[in-house]
């Protein structure tokens, strides 16, 4: 059992961090520029957001390396540097968090559909080894592999990651409800075809992050656990659902309006709560609050 585990079985429902991609567009972050390039190239920029989610109260912050698999990279040139920018992006998540928090590195999807074909899942696994390789190296205490909607990648991340290291690993993916009221991802994969693989495949902890506000997670969770009971439970909510005003798209949920939320999520069986789209580190703060 590694250090995330350790502290669930201790019965502490841990929080987690909120977004980071708007931080570092409010940076300066250009919109055809690599996210993860500046663990390497703006450093400080990356250190003062995982810092600013430790000040928060958060007990794990992620790490700036959502798209650092070599699959992604390769759209900006970067595949040569993936052990580069996934080891910088633990390290300085592991800065900022010092003694106060635990850091789980983060895996996000290649972009590329290995079921239609677009992709070997050899190439596929083989990415997500070197990406966990790298994160491992800079210090992560886990691995959460997320805003994932293909069983067949995620699988191949699962068994990547338990490959090459043996932090506690999370996976989540992105579910919506649909007309009939059931929740799937846009692959079509439901609640629990999904527990089945994230499973078999050897995830220590399942969830769910993006696509809903709390509401929404609310209702996943319960879903998960009247077919799981035991499974450590992480969510990553977003802001609300995302609306369109004045040209750009807005999370609406206040941090008050989040926080409000979070003790019927953890009645529900949530285990590790946190934020996705549009939470900042005043959600987090809120949170931090409500379950203290």
Not at 36 to 53: C, G, M
Not at 154 to 163: G, N
Not at 241 to 269: C, H, N, R, W
Request: aromatic residues 4%; negative net charge; proline residues 4%.
């Amino acid at each position: 059992m590694g250090k995330v585990l350790d502290k669930i079985a201790k019965g502490k429902v841990l929080v987690s961090d909120g977004a980071w991609g708007t931080f570092l567009h409010q940076k300066g972050l250009k919109a055809d520029e690599c996210p993860e390039s500046w663990n390497l190239q703006r450093p400080d920029d990356v250190l003062e957001i995982a810092s600013s989610y430790v000040e928060a109260g958060a007990d794990i912050i992620l790490t700036n390396s959502f798209g650092a698999s070599p699959l992604k990279l390769e759209g900006y040139g970067l595949e040569m540097q993936t052990l580069d920018l996934n080891r910088s992006a633990a390290e300085l998540s592991k800065q900022a968090a010092g003694d106060q928090a635990l850091v789980m590195g983060s895996m996000g999807p290649t972009g590329k559909m290995v079921m239609m074909g677009e992709v070997s899942p050899q190439e596929v696994f083989k990415g997500f080894m070197e990406q966990a390789k790298g994160l491992a190296e800079g210090g992560a205490d886990g691995i959460v592999i997320e805003t994932m909607t293909d069983p067949e990648e995620a699988r191949l991340a699962i068994e990547a990651v338990k490959k090459v290291t043996a932090l506690d690993l999370a996976c989540t993916f992105t579910f919506s409800k649909n007309q009939d009221g059931v929740y799937r991802t846009m692959m079509g994969t439901d609640v629990a075809s999904y527990l089945e693989m994230a499973l078999s495949a050897g995830a220590d902890i399942i969830g769910a992050n993006c696509g809903n506000g709390t509401a929404g997670m609310i209702e996943l969770v319960r879903d998960i656990r009247a077919l799981d009971s035991e499974i450590p439970v992480l969510v990553h909510a977003n802001a609300g659902l995302p609306l369109y005003q004045d040209g750009k798209t807005v999370f609406p949920e206040s941090p008050g309006e989040m926080a409000s939320q979070i003790e019927e999520l953890v009645t529900a069986g949530a285990n590790i709560v946190g934020g996705c789209c549009g939470t900042t580190p005043e959600h987090i703060r809120q949170i931090v609050l409500i379950l203290s």
